[in-house]
């Protein structure tokens, strides 16, 4: 079965695109002590190689509406030749995930593009065309200047620059996340669950927000949006993550937030 929520009328599906161990030791990139790592390797053991590298999933959310029509939270790492080719699993599999999910890609009417990190815009644009013929892209304009895939975007006017958080639909709403890029931004949907794209990349970070990830171009900014938007969520609150081994989370009590 699908790993899928259904919130009032929004139905949350997750899409894998792929799954593979990040291409440096994990003990590099966060800056966690033995306890917190044990803590986490509890909480997330599908996180860890038999080797002790760090284990990731890449994932898509896609958001069906009533009416039918899909937005998609991130575009995956692509296929053979994309971007994200030099260190991550590709050919994801997002179109055969998409097609298992009843999904046709011309129904994806809105691609929220949380970051502009390769594992993030794989199917955006694919032999220099949008994949996604009939959708409008959003991307922050603040994570624009930091990468060049964008043109094809802009030629067929497919692309929407945001500015901070934004409505886009009844019950789904942009959130502007900045830190792990300029402009990253996470979609929550009826307020009571965050497609978090990377405002966390591991159980380290959920269970201590305050531990920085190598990769974040501003870690305190990025720790800054971490806890103010997982202390928004609350208790309550639902997790759709890209790269943890669950694909939805309930916030952990244990949490350091
Ligand atoms: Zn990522």
Redesign the pocket.
């Known amino acids: 079965m699908r790993p899928t929520m259904i919130l009032d009328d929004i139905e949350i599906i997750m899409l894998e695109d792929g799954s593979g161990p990040f291409f440096s030791p994990r003990e590099e990139v966060f800056p966690a002590t033995p306890e917190q790592w044990a803590d986490a390797d509890a909480f997330d053991p599908g996180a860890r190689t038999e080797d002790g590298e760090w284990l ?1 999933r ?1 994932r898509c959310f896609a958001l069906r509406r009533p009416n039918g029509r899909v937005v998609l939270v991130d575009a995956g790492i692509g296929p053979a030749d994309a971007p994200s080719a030099s260190w991550a699993p590709v050919p994801g599999r997002l179109p055969e995930e998409l097609a298992d999910a009843g999904i046709e890609r011309d129904d994806v009417e809105t691609v929220v593009l949380t ?1 502009v ?1 390769t ?2 815009i794989g199917w955006a644009v694919t032999g220099g065309t949008p994949y996604f013929r009939n959708a409008r892209y959003l991307l922050q304009s603040a994570d624009l200047p930091t990468f060049a895939f964008t043109g094809p975007l802009t030629a067929t006017g497919q692309l929407d620059l945001l500015d901070g958080d934004a409505r886009l639909a009844p019950g789904i709403e942009i959130l502007a996340t900045p830190g792990h890029t300029p402009g990253h931004q996470s979609v929550l949907v009826h307020d009571r669950l965050l497609v978090t ?2 405002l966390l ?1 591991h159980a380290l970070q959920l269970l201590h927000p305050t531990i920085e990830y190598a990769h974040e171009v501003d870690p305190a900014l990025a720790r800054t949006s971490r806890l103010a938007a997982l202390g928004a969520l609350g208790g309550d609150g639902i997790l759709a993550t ?2 943890l081994t669950e694909p939805f989370l309930r916030m952990p009590a244990t949490s350091a937030l």
């Open positions: 990731l890449f970051h990190h594992d993030h794209g990377d990349v890209p790269h």
